[in-house]
Structure formats: structure tokens, C-alpha cells
Nanobody, 122 residues
Framework: QVHLVESGGGLVQAGGSLRLSCAASGRTFSSYAMGWFRQAPGKEREFVAAISTSGAIKYYAESVKGRFTISRDIAKNTAYLQMNSLKPEDTAVYYC???????????????WGQGTQVTVSS
């Protein structure tokens, strides 16, 4: 089992940047693929980005390609989401997730953090 805690959210102007962090508990962080999702008010939660256990494979939603970068630091048990060129439509609660099996490629995860708010003003 893994416990996830997100941080780094906040208020930023359009065009700005934020870096979200997801700290994972336990000593098996390297065994989990990691993902980021977001949920805007009145909308369903949507996939944003994912990274494999080794970091060699990354997936991105079309809406964030070229602007967001997912990464992970095994030594720090932490996953990151670097968000650049932010737009008002990126405003949402951002969640990180972890999955020890293969379902992560279908954007299906077992473990979830509590979320961090990102607000982009125009």
C-alpha cells in the first residue's frame, strides 16, 4: 500500500508556471506507475499525465502536451508535474495516483492523494 500527499498548488496568472509534487510513503515507490488527474468544478475527473515505474514511458493528455512535464525522483519517493504556460482552463483540483499493476496504461489507478487546488487567473 502507498500513501500519497500532493503539494505545490496555488493561484497563478495565465502564462505562469507551477510545479506540483506528490510525496509517496513506503519503500516500494519504484514499483508504482504514477499518474496525475484533475477535476474542475462541475466536470468529471480527467487524465493529465502518467509515468512508468522506470520513467521511460510517459503519457499526456492532448490538452497539456508541450506544456506539462511529468517526472519522478526515486530517491525522494516523489513524483512531479511541471506545468508551464498555464491557462484559465487548467484550473482544477489536481490529484496524483499510484498503480502497482498494469492498469495504469488504461489510466486506472488504485491509490489516490487528497488533491491540491490550482487556480489560473486570466
Amino acid at each position: 500500500q502507498v500513501h500519497l500527499v500532493e503539494s505545490g498548488g496555488g493561484l497563478v496568472q495565465a502564462g505562469g508556471s507551477l510545479r506540483l509534487s506528490c510525496a509517496a510513503s513506503g519503500r516500494t515507490f519504484s514499483s508504482y506507475a504514477m499518474g496525475w488527474f484533475r477535476q474542475a468544478p462541475g466536470k468529471e475527473r480527467e487524465f493529465v499525465a502518467a509515468i512508468s515505474t522506470s520513467g521511460a514511458i510517459k503519457y499526456y493528455a492532448e490538452s497539456v502536451k508541450g506544456r506539462f512535464t511529468i517526472s519522478r525522483d526515486i530517491a525522494k519517493n516523489t513524483a512531479y508535474l511541471q506545468m508551464n504556460s498555464l491557462k484559465p482552463e487548467d484550473t482544477a483540483v489536481y490529484y496524483c495516483a499510484a498503480e502497482g499493476g498494469s492498469s495504469w496504461v488504461r489510466h486506472e489507478y488504485t491509490y489516490w492523494g487528497q488533491g491540491t487546488q490550482v487556480t489560473v487567473s486570466s
